[in-house]
C-alpha cells in the first residue's frame, strides 16, 4: 500500500529496483554470512524505510482533505517505522549478544531472533511493555526509551492533526 500511494512522489521504478537490490543483498549475505554484508544490507534497509516514511509524513501534511489514502498512508508510516526499529534492535542484537534478555525457553536462531526482534520491538513501540524480552545493556534500554516515545508521539501528531484537518474540512462545509 505504502509503495502504491508513493507513485507520484517517487517513480515506482526506482523503488522497485532498490527493493529488489535490497533483497539480493539480504539474500546473499545470509547465505556467505558475512557479518559485514548482514550489517551493510539492515542499514540499507533502514535508509530505504526511512525514505518512504519521510515521504509518507509529507504526503499526510501536504494534504488537505482527510481521505482514505491519506489514513492509509498514515498508517503505512506508522507501521514502517515499527519495521526500521525492528532492523535497528535486531542489527543491534547480532552486533551484542547480551543487549537483550530472552525468556530461557526460545531459541533466538535465524528467522526466530528476528520474529523474537520484531514482537518486542512492536511491543516496546506501542507502549504495552510485556516484560519477557528485557534490555540489560545501556544502549538497548535507550532504544527502547526512544522506541516507545517515538510510538506515542507519532501517534500524537498523526491524529492530531488529521483531526485538525478534518475538523478545518467540515467547518468549511
Do not use: C
Not at 509503495?3 to 543483498?25: F, N, W, Y
Not at 519495521?83 to 551484542?96: E, F, N
Not at 512492536?122 to 528485557?134: A, L
Amino acid at each position: 500500500m505504502a509503495a502504491l500511494s508513493l507513485q507520484h512522489v517517487i517513480r515506482k521504478r526506482i523503488i522497485i529496483v532498490v527493493a529488489l537490490t535490497l533483497i539480493v543483498i539480504i539474500w546473499f549475505a545470509d547465505k556467505i554470512d558475512l557479518p559485514g554484508l548482514g550489517i551493510l544490507s539492515r542499514a540499507g534497509q533502514v535508509l530505504f524505510f526511512v525514505v518512504i516514511v519521510i515521504r509518507l509524513i509529507h504526503q499526510t501534511v501536504r494534504a488537505k482533505n482527510v481521505n482514505a489514502r491519506v489514513i492509509a498512508d498514515s498508517i503505512s508510516g506508522y507501521l514502517l517505522v515499527g519495521v526500521i526499529y525492528s532492523l535497528i534492535v535486531y542489527s543491534l542484537a547480532r552486533l551484542h549478544p547480551d543487549a537483550y534478555h530472552f525468556p530461557e525457553e526460545n531459541n533466538h536462531a535465524g528467522q526466530q531472533a528476528m520474529s523474537m526482534m520484531f514482537y518486542y520491538t512492536f511491543v516496546t513501540y506501542t507502549s504495552t511493555g510485556y516484560g519477557d524480552i528485557i534490555p540489560t545493556l545501556p544502549g538497548a534500554r535507550s532504544l527502547a526509551t526512544l522506541i516507545s516515545t517515538t510510538g506515542q508521539l507519532y501517534i500524537a501528531i498523526i491524529i492530531a492533526m488529521l483531526v485538525g484537518k478534518f475538523s478545518s474540512t467540515v467547518a468549511k462545509d
